[in-house]
């Protein structure tokens, strides 16, 4: 009687297994689908002579992973900024390179959000103004001074390509002014800003 259950518990386990398993790799192939790929480093042979300095690397990188959260958050949330900046202060001017050279800190995308308020707390501890920054901030004056100094930046393109243009459209109530100031160096046609608030 044992020996019979025994068999019937072996083939119904086995029935089970045969639809399992297409099911598993069919679940697992769906994961892989929907799981965004992970950072890859192009590949790299040197054509030309090393360095004679050599990195003695005596610290530990900021984790990338914590580094990649810190940029991300800086976007959209005040709250998880300063919690990651208390964690790690280094975060501050810390910058991720998205793919092909598309290098962004907490600032930067803070900045081509129009996020006034996390851009105001991350100049506070320390985070390096940029034009774009002082552009997004309606810093005319300064923006004035970095063309001044180099007129070629009203070409230049910040995180994602966004442009000094794109930037000005989110200086709040200076928006109109800086956008006209820009306008008038250099005269772009302007494409409604997606991240713009819309009143009301």
């Not at 992970?38 to 030309?48: C, G, I, L």
């Not at 914590?66 to 991300?72: A, K, R, T």
């Not at 230049?156 to 109530?173: I, W």
Request: glycine share 6%; aromatic share 8%.
């Amino acid at each position: 009687m044992s020996e019979e259950i025994s068999r019937r518990s072996i083939l119904k386990w086995s029935a089970t297994a045969a639809v399992a398993a297409p099911l598993s790799a069919f679940a697992l192939a769906q994961d892989q689908a929907t799981t965004p790929p992970s950072a890859v480093e192009a590949p790299f042979t040197r054509d030309y002579p090393a360095p004679d300095f050599k990195p003695r690397w005596k610290k530990p990188q900021l984790n990338r992973t914590m580094l990649q959260d810190f940029v991300i958050y800086a976007h959209f949330d005040l709250n998880m900024t300063k919690q990651l900046l208390d964690k790690e202060p280094l975060l501050i001017n810390g910058l991720m390179d998205w793919g092909a050279g598309d290098w962004e800190s907490g600032l930067g995308g803070a900045s081509h959000m129009g996020r006034h308020d996390i851009v105001a707390f991350l100049l506070e501890r320390g985070a390096r103004i940029d034009i774009f920054c002082a552009t997004m901030m309606g810093q005319l004056d300064a923006v004035k001074s970095f063309l001044t100094l180099q007129p070629k930046l009203i070409d230049s393109r910040g995180p994602h390509g966004f442009s000094l243009h794109f930037h000005a459209q989110l200086a709040g109530k200076d928006a109109d002014k800086m956008v006209e100031y820009l306008q008038s160096v250099k005269h772009v046609d302007l494409k409604p800003n997606p991240f713009l608030k819309k009143d009301g």
